[in-house]
C-alpha cells in the first residue's frame, strides 16, 4: 500500500522555525520527484519545493533563502526546513511523490502548519 504521511506541522511564532517530514511507504522513494505544496485558509494550491530524484533542488522565489528540502533515501522520508516564517506561511502543507519517469503520483493528506503570535 502506498503511503505518503505528512507529520511536524504546529503552531509557530513569526520569525520562528518548523521542519515538516513527509514518510513515504509502498513504492521506490529514490525514483520519485518529491514536491512540497500548500494551501492556506480560502486560497488554492501554491507550489513551495520540489526534490527531483537525482537530488536537484528547486524553490518558489518567495521561499528561497528561508526554507530547505531535503531527504534521506535511508529513511524514505522528504523533509521542508522552513525558517523566518511568516503568518502568510501559514497553511495546510502537502506532499506529493511524482515517478520521474511515468508519472505517477501520489499525495499526502497534509500537516497543518499556523505562524501566528
Known amino acids: 500500500e502506498v503511503q505518503l504521511v505528512e507529520s511536524g506541522g504546529g503552531l509557530v511564532q513569526p520569525g520562528g522555525s518548523l521542519r515538516v517530514s513527509c514518510a513515504a511507504s509502498?513504492?521506490?522513494?529514490?525514483?520519485?520527484?518529491m514536491t512540497w505544496v500548500r494551501q492556506a485558509p480560502g486560497k488554492g494550491l501554491e507550489w513551495v519545493s520540489a526534490?527531483?530524484?537525482?537530488?536537484?533542488?528547486y524553490y518558489a522565489d518567495s521561499m528561497k533563502g528561508r526554507f530547505t528540502v531535503s531527504r534521506d533515501i535511508a529513511k524514505n522520508t522528504v523533509y521542508l526546513e522552513m525558517n523566518s516564517l511568516k503568518p502568510e506561511d501559514t497553511a495546510v502543507y502537502f506532499c506529493n511523490a511524482r515517478h520521474y519517469y511515468t508519472d505517477y503520483d501520489y499525495w499526502g493528506q497534509g500537516t497543518q502548519v499556523t505562524v501566528s503570535s
Open positions: 509502498g513504492f521506490t522513494f529514490p525514483d520519485y520527484d
Open positions: 526534490i527531483k530524484s537525482g537530488g536537484t533542488t
